[in-house]
T-cell receptor, first 111, second 114 residues
Framework: QKEVEQDPGPLSVPEGAIVSLNCTYS??????FMWYRQYSRKGPELLMY????GNKEDGRFTAQVDKSSKYISLFIRDSQPSDSATYLC???????????FGTGTRLKVLA | GAGVSQSPSNKVTEKGKDVELRCDPI?????LYWYRQRLGQGLEFLIY????????KSGLPSDRFSAERTGESVSTLTIQRTQQEDSAVYLC????????????FGPGTRLTVL
C-alpha cells in the first residue's frame, strides 16, 4: 500500500461545476498537508497549505483535512477552463523536510 | 530571475550515455530538492541539500545517480550510463529555511533515453 493514494483521473467536468479532489493516506503522523497545481510541461505550484485538521478557504478553493479518516480534499467552486491541470496532494510529518506526494489527479474543465 | 530555473528543458540521449541536469534555485533559498516524475506517477524524492550540511541522498535510485551543490547556489544532477527507465521529468525545488513550507519548483527537465 502506498503512503498516499490519489485517483489519477482524468476527471472531466463542465465549466461552473464544483470539483472535489481527494487523497487518502496511511501515516497518522502526517501533520502538514498541501495541494499543488501542475500545468502541462510546468513545475508544480502551491495552491493550499494546511496544518493538522480543519478547513482552509482561499477564493474559489477550499482545503479540508480529516485526520480521523486520514482523508484530505480540495474543493474548487465555479470551476473554469483555466483550472484544467494536474492536482497533486503532498504531506509531511512535523519537523521534517521530506514530503510525500500523491500521483496527481488530472482535471479537465470543459467550456 | 525570480524563479527556479532548470536546463536543459528537454534532453534526448542514447542508452549508456551520461547526462547532466542543472538547477538554479531562487537566490537566498538554502534548501534544494531534486525529484523525479515518471508518467502517471507522483514526485519521487531523490536528494536534499541544506546549506553546507551533508546532503540527504537516500532517494537516489542507484549509484549511477549523483548530485552536487556548491554552497547555496547551482546544483547539478548527473546520471551515468543512462537506461531507458531513467526517462522522466526531473524537477528541482528550493525553499527558505530548513525545507518546511512552500517549495518553489522549476519547470523541469524532460529526459528521454532511447
Amino acid at each position: 500500500q502506498k503512503e498516499v493514494e490519489q485517483d489519477p483521473g482524468p476527471l472531466s467536468v463542465p465549466e461552473g461545476a464544483i470539483v472535489s479532489l481527494n487523497c487518502t493516506y496511511s501515516n497518522s503522523a502526517f501533520q502538514y498537508f498541501m495541494w499543488y497545481r501542475q500545468y502541462s510541461r510546468k513545475g508544480p505550484e502551491l495552491l493550499m497549505y494546511t496544518y493538522s485538521s480543519g478547513n482552509k478557504e482561499d477564493g474559489r478553493f477550499t482545503a479540508q483535512v480529516d485526520k480521523s479518516s486520514k482523508y484530505i480534499s480540495l474543493f474548487i467552486r465555479d470551476s473554469q477552463p483555466s483550472d484544467s491541470a494536474t492536482y497533486l496532494c503532498a504531506m509531511s510529518t512535523s519537523g521534517t523536510y521530506k514530503y510525500i506526494f500523491g500521483t496527481g489527479t488530472r482535471l479537465k474543465v470543459l467550456a | 530571475g525570480a524563479g527556479v530555473s532548470q536546463s536543459p528543458s528537454n534532453k534526448v540521449t542514447e542508452k549508456g550515455k551520461d547526462v547532466e541536469l542543472r538547477c538554479d534555485p531562487i537566490s537566498g533559498h538554502t534548501a534544494l530538492y531534486w525529484y523525479r516524475q515518471r508518467l502517471g506517477q507522483g514526485l519521487e524524492f531523490l536528494i536534499y541539500f541544506q546549506g553546507n550540511s551533508a546532503p540527504d541522498k537516500s532517494g537516489l535510485p542507484s549509484d549511477r545517480f549523483s548530485a552536487e551543490r556548491t554552497g547555496e547556489s547551482v546544483s547539478t544532477l548527473t546520471i551515468q550510463r543512462t537506461q531507458q527507465e531513467d526517462s522522466a521529468v526531473y524537477l528541482c525545488a528550493s525553499t527558505q529555511g530548513q525545507g518546511e513550507g512552500e517549495q518553489f519548483f522549476g519547470p523541469g527537465t524532460r529526459l528521454t533515453v532511447l
